[in-house]
């Protein structure tokens, strides 16, 4: 008698079922692996920061304790001292020429690279694309490099710590990267409400204000926000261009550094204070920036 032996098929079940398994919790893994990475983050970013408020309110003698004491005594002293020119620095001139060279800056960075933009995107020139590559080639040169010729001809121009030429030159170091961000922005105005525009005979100015702003003001906004935040955190230029007069905040803060010591409460509230204007601004602006960083990622 012949013994029935059924047929085996090769089983592909164990795999697949494995596969089908790892595909359904690979989703909730991967986004609690990058839950916590992103928090992770975000806390090493965030304690050196909270550390350094934290240290504002603390006396010199309790801030150069080694370890550092979370828990000593808060006080506004080194607050106090900071807008009262205890330490023998006035602080309101730095603040005042921060937010000059920023404020101006930015506003004419604003009205060069929106025109600009708009004829590189939503009306676009011939060989556009060698006009883009020329404005990012411009931020390839080290600033270093330039140090050496904007001195000598500041210097033979009577231009030297004038708050004005280092408006000049935030306004030519933020003009590239505010036009390469525009144009990304503004080709995302329809080309209906353009046409609508022309045809109602509106012109050039009419359309950019009436049109083309209330639509890109998301990217207005980003690009405002980056080029202040540049321009308020530029040392370099700030500290060989200028002097008494036209010194900045950043500069003002490098001279709590002093050959008497390091005195790490001053330097902590001094910190806190130049970047607080930064983080006002974010804070304000953050729904448009979000919106302007994100808009044309999704089509």
Same mark, same amino acid.
């Given at each position: 008698?012949?013994?029935?032996?059924?047929?085996?098929?090769?089983?592909?079940?164990?795999?697949?079922?494995?596969?089908?398994?790892?595909?359904?919790?690979?989703?909730?893994?991967?986004?609690?692996?990058?839950?916590?990475?992103?928090?992770?983050?975000?806390?090493?970013?965030?304690?050196?920061?909270?550390?350094?408020?934290?240290?504002?309110?603390?006396?010199?003698?309790?801030?150069?304790?080694?370890?550092?004491?979370?828990?000593?005594?808060?006080?506004?002293?080194?607050?106090?001292?900071?807008f009262g020119g205890?330490?023998?620095?006035?602080?309101?001139?730095?603040?005042i020429n921060s937010?000059?060279?920023?404020?101006?800056?930015?506003?004419?960075?604003?009205?060069?690279?929106?025109?600009?933009?708009?004829?590189?995107?939503?009306?676009?020139?011939?060989?556009?694309?060698?006009?883009?590559?020329?404005?990012?080639?411009?931020?390839?040169?080290?600033?270093?490099?330039?140090?050496?010729?904007?001195?000598?001809?500041?210097?033979?121009?009577?231009?030297?710590?004038?708050?004005?030429?280092?408006?000049?030159?935030?306004?030519?170091?933020?003009?590239?990267?505010?036009?390469?961000?525009?144009?990304?922005?503004?080709?995302?105005?329809?080309?209906?409400?353009?046409?609508?525009?022309?045809?109602?005979?509106?012109?050039?100015?009419?359309?950019?204000?009436?049109?083309?702003?209330?639509?890109?003001?998301?990217?207005?906004?980003?690009?405002?926000?980056?080029?202040?935040?540049? &321009?308020?955190?530029? #040392?370099? !230029? =700030?500290? *060989?261009? $200028?002097?008494v007069v036209a010194?900045?905040? @950043? /500069?003002? %803060?490098?001279?709590?550094? &002093?050959?008497?010591? #390091?005195? !790490? =409460?001053? *330097?902590? $509230?001094?910190?806190?204070?130049?970047?607080? @204007? /930064?983080? %006002?601004?974010?804070?304000?602006?953050?729904?448009? #920036?979000?919106?302007?960083?994100?808009?044309?990622?999704?089509?």
């Amino acid at each position: 008698m012949t013994a029935l032996n059924p047929t085996v098929q090769p089983s592909a079940g164990p795999t697949f079922l494995g596969r089908r398994r790892k595909s359904r919790m690979d989703p909730t893994r991967n986004s609690t692996i990058a839950g916590l990475a992103a928090w992770a983050a975000a806390l090493i970013f965030a304690i050196p920061v909270f550390w350094m408020v934290l240290t504002s309110f603390h006396s010199e003698n309790d801030a150069a304790t080694n370890p550092p004491s979370i828990a000593a005594e808060l006080t506004l002293d080194s607050y106090r001292n900071f807008f009262g020119g205890a330490s023998g620095l006035d602080p309101w001139p730095p603040l005042i020429n921060s937010a000059t060279a920023s404020i101006t800056s930015t506003i004419l960075v604003l009205v060069l690279a929106i025109p600009a933009a708009y004829a590189l995107s939503i009306k676009p020139v011939e060989k556009w694309t060698d006009v883009m590559f020329f404005f990012l080639s411009t931020k390839m040169l080290p600033i270093v490099a330039a140090l050496l010729p904007l001195f000598l001809f500041a210097r033979n121009a009577g231009t030297l710590d004038n708050i004005w030429f280092l408006v000049l030159l935030y306004t030519s170091m933020n003009l590239p990267i505010a036009v390469w961000m525009m144009r990304s922005f503004l080709a995302e105005v329809p080309a209906e409400m353009l046409e609508a525009a022309q045809i109602d005979g509106a012109g050039l100015i009419l359309t950019l204000r009436k049109v083309v702003a209330p639509v890109a003001m998301p990217g207005i906004a980003a690009t405002a926000l980056i080029c202040f935040i540049f &321009s308020w955190n530029e #040392l370099l !230029l =700030a500290r *060989v261009l $200028t002097g008494v007069v036209a010194g900045t905040a @950043p /500069v003002f %803060l490098t001279s709590f550094v &002093s050959s008497q010591g #390091l005195f !790490l =409460a001053k *330097v902590c $509230t001094a910190a806190v204070i130049i970047s607080l @204007p /930064v983080l %006002l601004a974010g804070f304000a602006a953050q729904d448009k #920036l979000v919106q302007g960083l994100s808009l044309g990622a999704v089509k």
